[in-house]
């Protein structure tokens, strides 16, 4: 089977080359999963850790794939326990990051259980619970969908994407030394959706309201990341054609009046409909392209192009580099899930952990 599938897709990769006259693409299926994933990170000792996504309301919210066996709790079982008491408990984690320092930090909004949205840092080396940070409500508003962000050790911040309603969308910085959060660029147009649908295998994407009409949603800030060097933070719209970028020390900057940071917001380059990112050492920006099942990436010429298209690239959600070099990336086929596809449930496993050949090493855990 698996090499029936890699020749089918080898095939359609190479009409598609030829077609546009590119380089057929390179990437492997590194696991097959029974639930949909959320996020993925790998840690510098080249841990596999991924979330599940709460649209598929896993028993698990976040796991870790380890060698010979299938996905166990991460970091255990007693913290994913959702029916304790304790406000601990993982409920519906999206954003997950292992940085430097060997910390997994993992991001849970919390809507499964009407929660207080969170950010849960697990120490990987000495094994323990390294500290917990609470979102309030002036840094994520009633209507927040906190989902990716990027770990600063330099500047010691976090840097959140919530897209909120749409109009509200903006982003959090958290304070890694005080555990304060402030809520910035709410409302600018680098974290706005645009009106433009997503349409995949030529059906729109779309949700029922609370009156039960279908709807097409646009959805704010959602990819994020920042470069190697911790200079650049780059972020966009999900539904949106261009990717932004703030300088860090700008973002972390608390004394810095919110006009003077929304001037130093810049319009990178275009991108196409998509959901996380990733970048590596050479500034190279990886993303899923949404709309037509395929890994892409802007190179530091900020031009957009296509590094390999396929029909198991449905929905490519999230990336993450591991210390092989290798760009890690989950495939969740998110618009076939009930709450995008206007209340059916139309997605069945296996969904797919893959591995890209990415044009250069990339930082692990980001």
């Known amino acids: 089977m698996r090499i029936l599938e890699s020749s089918l897709c080898s095939a359609f990769a190479l009409a598609l080359a030829l077609a546009a006259h590119a380089e057929p693409s390179n990437y492997e299926i590194h696991a097959r999963l029974d639930q949909g994933p959320g996020n993925v990170t790998v840690t510098g000792t080249g841990r596999v850790i991924f979330s599940q996504h709460p649209f598929y309301g896993p028993a698990d919210s976040v796991v870790e ?12 079982a007693a913290l994913n326990d959702r029916g304790g008491p304790s406000a601990l408990k993982l409920d519906s984690v999206l954003g ?6 060997g910390v997994v930090w993992m991001l849970d909004n919390g809507m499964r259980g009407g929660m207080t949205p969170k950010l849960v840092g697990w120490d990987t080396v000495s094994d323990r619970l390294q500290r917990v940070i609470y979102l309030g409500s002036e840094a994520a508003p009633k209507d927040q969908f906190v989902n990716d962000f990027a770990v600063d050790l330099a500047h010691k911040r976090i840097f959140i994407s919530d897209p909120a309603g749409g109009a509200d969308a903006g982003i959090i910085v958290v ?5 304060a959060a402030r809520r910035v660029l709410q409302g600018h147009p680098s974290v706005l959706p645009e ?3 997503l ?7 779309e949700m029922k309201d609370a009156q039960g009409n279908r709807v097409r949603p646009h959805i704010g800030v959602n990819p994020i990341t920042e470069d190697v060097r911790n200079e650049w933070v780059y972020f966009g719209p999900m539904h949106g054609h261009g990717l932004y970028r703030v ?3 700008d973002l972390a900057d608390d004394q810095l009046p919110p006009a003077a940071l929304a001037q130093r917001v810049e319009r990178y380059a275009d991108k196409p409909i998509s959901d996380g990112i990733s970048i590596d050492r050479d500034g190279n920006i990886y993303l899923g392209e949404l709309a037509e099942n395929a890994i892409g990436v802007i190179t530091p010429d900020r031009k ?3 590094l390999a298209q396929c029909p198991n690239l449905s929905w490519v959600d999230s990336l993450s580099f ?6 890690y990336a989950v495939v969740n086929r998110l618009h076939q899930s009930a709450v995008l596809n206007a209340g059916e449930n139309a997605s069945k496993p296996p969904y797919f952990l893959l591995k890209v050949d990415a044009l250069a090493p990339g930082l692990a855990g980001r």
Do not use: H, M, S, W
């Open 65 to 76: 794939l380890k060698g010979g066996g299938g996905p166990t709790p991460f970091p255990n």
């Open 96 to 101: 997950l990051r292992a940085a430097a320092d």
């Open 175 to 179: 304070d890694l030394e005080t555990g």
């Open 195 to 197: 009106n433009v649908d």
């Open 199 to 205: 349409v995949i295998d030529g059906r729109p994407v």
């Open 247 to 249: 300088k860090a020390a």
């Open 304 to 306: 957009y192009k296509r």
């Open 322 to 327: 591991g210390p092989d070099g290798k760009l």
